[in-house]
């Protein structure tokens, strides 16, 4: 049985990937020079900070959590910064659609948007989304 993070994150790899503009989406870091021209845009998400807090509602111990994920996106393209908007706005669209993410959190959103400048320049262009999943649990069971 999948954790309620990795189902989490699963919901958002799945939504990212029907994005039509989007060519490749995976959990794992690529190595961006070895991707076909063809991969771009290519979107790497990733569990980054949690924090739990515990609540009591009625008779049993909960947790409430919010852990964000880094929605890394990096485009390949003369138009990178408009590029890059773009891909972060469908993103951010489609994710808006449902914030409980298939029913594993309370809500979710976009906490921050980070333009990253890696060492290649043009014709890539790089940000990352922190998007933040809020959720409860059973102790111990997450």
Not at 31 to 56: C, G, K, M, W, Y
Not at 71 to 84: A, E, F, G, L, Q
Not at 130 to 142: E, F
């Amino acid at each position: 049985m999948a954790s309620i993070r990795e189902n989490i994150a699963s919901h958002i790899v799945t939504q990212i990937d029907a994005i039509s503009e989007v060519k490749t989406v995976t959990r794992e870091p690529t190595d961006i020079a070895q991707l076909a021209v063809t991969s771009f845009p290519h979107v790497l998400v990733e569990s980054a900070n949690e924090t739990r807090e515990n609540s009591s509602i009625g008779s049993s111990p909960r947790q409430e959590s919010t852990i964000d994920f880094l929605i890394n996106v990096i485009v390949h393209s003369n138009n990178r910064d408009s590029d890059r908007n773009s891909l972060i706005e469908k993103i951010e669209e489609k994710l808006a659609l449902d914030p409980t993410l298939g029913g594993n959190a309370s809500d979710s959103f976009t906490s921050e948007v980070l333009i990253r400048e890696i060492a290649q320049t043009k014709p890539y262009g790089q940000a990352a989304l922190v998007y933040t999943a809020k959720y409860y649990h059973s102790r111990g069971n997450v």
